[in-house]
């Protein structure tokens, strides 16, 4: 399509789907310079959650963008493609006073997982960084933990954080963005599991009671489609 909202919306729901029929219109959305910050950041991050390492001269190129967030993002996006020419990108955000661009640097560090990419978290982990900046970290590295493991045993270390481990607003995004993209009868199950145990709860409406439905129900839709 040419319109670039409905492009957007299709290309993101292909792109969890991990579609290679997305990666064109993707990859396209990124490219634009003249297309507005939100659409091409959504572009950018679903060429990372689909793995099509086709994208990567492309999100390469978004390192050199004029706006700061675009160049985190598609390190951050290059990194879930295996990739660390946003290394030094990620590192000088990850030192931002700024804490949104901070946090958002240390969450590119993670996802792109390089011994470098892990000393600097390290380093950031010292006694003076900011409560927040310490638990960014700290879910970065629980997400790069994640990559060697095994399906089951990925899925039920993200569940036993949704259900007991320390959470915020960011983390409960991430773990739900992963387990989309792990997708699978383990995910579904974990999913059920979660939404069975916030039911009991003395306030059902918590946030992780929400995003599982919701995250269940997408689940659902994208294995239909497949």
């Given amino acids: 399509t040419k319109d670039v909202p409905t492009s957007a919306v299709v290309s993101r729901a292909l792109g969890l789907m991990r579609d290679q029929r997305a990666t064109p219109v993707l ?98 982990s010292g006694e003076a960084s900011p409560y927040a900046a310490k638990h960014t970290i700290e879910l970065a590295k629980f997400m790069n933990s994640l990559k060697e493991l095994k399906e089951e045993d990925k899925v039920n270390k993200i569940k036993e954080k949704l259900l007991t481990g320390e959470r915020s607003s960011l983390s409960d995004m991430w773990y739900f963005m992963e387990l989309a993209r792990i997708d699978g009868e383990s995910a579904l199950k974990a999913l059920d599991e979660i939404i069975e145990v916030y039911s009991k709860k003395e306030h059902p409406a918590d946030n992780v009671h929400r995003m599982a439905v919701r995250q269940r129900k997408i689940l659902k839709i994208i294995r239909a489609a497949k």
Avoid: N, P
């Fill in 27 to 124: 990859i396209e959305l990124a490219a634009k310079e003249d297309t507005d910050a939100y659409r091409r950041s959504i572009a950018i991050v679903a060429l990372g959650l689909l793995g099509d390492k086709s994208a990567v001269s492309t999100l390469e190129k978004v390192l050199t963008d004029e706006r700061e967030r675009l160049q985190i993002t598609a390190a951050g996006s290059l990194g879930l493609l295996g990739s660390d020419k946003g290394l030094e990108v990620a590192i000088k955000a990850s030192h931002s006073l700024d804490w949104t661009t901070r946090d958002f640097g240390i969450q590119a560090l993670g996802f792109i997982g390089s011994d470098k990419a892990l000393a600097t978290l390290e380093e950031l």
